[in-house]
């Protein structure tokens, strides 16, 4: 976010007025000087979010465990050498992750060990932050940025707010966030705490919380870079009188020659170029509510970022996209229902899949969509095609089997008949029952709508 701030400084051309915005910004304590990673021309800046209790944040509880401050969000802004390429790289808190040893907040030295990666920030502060990242990913962190809650709401306010959408109403006591579902312009309390609240939104988890704030700050630039604060002199004085007050800087990037020198080299990014990722991790053995780095893919991600080429993790690459009409399905009925398989098949079949037999299995508890072990290739991405279309949840295709019990032909409405791997739907007792296309006319005609009525699609 201080990146946007030295964007719009450059459009200002007073060095004088930029040196009295910055004046009074708080310094971070220096790094420790030590082996640190090698410099390769990209710009990486550490950016934290802090829950300080002082000031004008007392209202939010008293400190936690006797600490000053504490940290939930763990995120690196990686800018490539030629300046063209933004990446906002986000660390679960429950990461478990080796921690250097370094000096806590009150001097004394820490022993190193297995810990969580937001207990470096806990204990430590941000030089113990700092050494426990560049140790994790061998990556230079070039600057650090910390916002507390005042300054991120402070910030908010001053862009008129965010627009986001939730899918279902929110009541969250913890988080301060009572909201209906649909679509909200958030400010103030109710911007840091959407940003807060994990059990109220999503699958509950720091990941599906991290997703929602690398959304957040996406639409935060966005708004700085096209939505009219530039032209605006009034609101851009507003919101960079904002922005200094909401954070805390190294004392390098707190120098106008080098905040300056940043602004020019980055002048030309935009929202489309700030790519929001999350670490390869996956569960921790020893606690479910613990996550560890996935590896190998860990490793190469951060040797992706370190040479900047293609950063997005292999485990988060995106999937050939399937048209339904692609997709032969088979759908078989496992239930007593009588006509259950031609019932399906109709309502698959009117939103464009080749169906090309149904019959009968035999009785099963459960729904599954299936595809030949000879197909594992792209079989699993060809049925997530099916599976997308299930009311109310959604099925994982799995290699098995594919052989109906009793197959007759279906009048299929694809012609010709495509190519691809046969999927195969055996309806269960469970069945969920198949999403219905919505009426929208013109070119939203295809949209698809979950009978649960999502207000976000």
Request: charged letters at 25%; aromatic letters at 4%; proline letters at 6%.
């Amino acid at each position: 976010m201080v990146l946007t701030f030295v964007l719009v400084v450059v459009t200002l051309g007073g060095y004088a007025y930029y040196r009295s915005i910055f004046a009074d910004i708080p310094i971070l304590p220096p790094v420790e000087a030590g082996s640190r990673p090698p410099e390769t021309g990209a710009l990486n800046v550490l950016l934290v979010g802090s829950d300080s209790r002082e000031g004008d944040n007392k209202k939010y509880g008293a400190k936690s465990q006797g600490l000053g401050e504490r940290t939930d969000t763990i995120m690196v802004l990686h800018i490539s050498p030629d300046r063209d390429k933004a990446t906002m790289i986000s660390f679960p808190r429950d990461t478990m992750v080796m921690i250097p040893q370094c000096r806590s907040r009150t001097g004394t030295m820490l022993a190193g060990g297995l810990r969580q990666i937001n207990s470096a920030f806990n204990d430590g502060g941000i030089n113990c932050t700092v050494r426990t990242l560049e140790s994790l990913t061998n990556i230079k962190i070039n600057h650090i940025v910390k916002v507390d809650f005042t300054g991120f709401k402070g910030i908010v306010d001053a862009l008129g707010g965010i627009e986001i959408c939730l899918p279902k109403a929110v009541n969250d006591p913890k988080a301060k966030l009572v909201l209906s579902a649909g679509k909200h312009v958030v400010k103030g309390e109710q911007a840091l705490g959407y940003v807060r609240t994990r059990y109220a939104l999503g699958d509950g988890s720091d990941l599906g919380r991290i997703q929602r704030q690398q959304v957040f700050l996406t639409k935060v630039l966005d708004k700085i870079t096209d939505g009219g604060l530039l032209t605006d002199p009034a609101k851009l004085n507003a919101f960079l009188r904002a922005g200094v007050k909401a954070v805390s800087l190294d004392s390098e990037l707190a120098q106008p020659d080098r905040m300056l020198e940043i602004a020019r080299s980055v002048q030309g990014l935009t929202a489309k170029e700030l790519k929001g990722i999350t670490v390869p991790v996956e569960a921790y053995p020893a606690d479910k509510n613990r996550v560890q780095l996935k590896q190998p893919d860990a490793r190469n991600f951060f040797e992706a970022v370190r040479s900047d080429v293609n950063v997005t993790p292999p485990s988060a690459a995106a999937k050939p996209k399937v048209e339904n009409g692609q997709v032969r399905v088979q759908v078989l009925n496992g239930t007593t229902e009588l006509g259950k398989a031609g019932q399906v098949a109709d309502e698959l079949a009117d939103q464009g899949f080749a169906v090309v037999q149904v019959g009968n299995a035999a009785p099963v508890a459960t729904t599954s969509i299936r595809y030949a072990k000879k197909d594992a290739d792209n079989g699993a991405v060809y049925g997530d095609a099916v599976a997308a279309r299930l009311s109310k949840d959604k099925r994982t295709p799995v290699a098995g089997k594919v052989a109906p019990v009793n197959p007759k032909p279906y009048a299929t409405k694809v012609t010709p008949l495509p190519d691809g791997p046969i999927v195969q739907l055996v309806i269960g007792a469970d069945w969920p029952g198949v999403r219905v296309a919505s009426a929208i006319p013109g070119s939203l005609k295809d949209k698809v709508v979950d009978s649960t009525t999502n207000p976000c699609l």
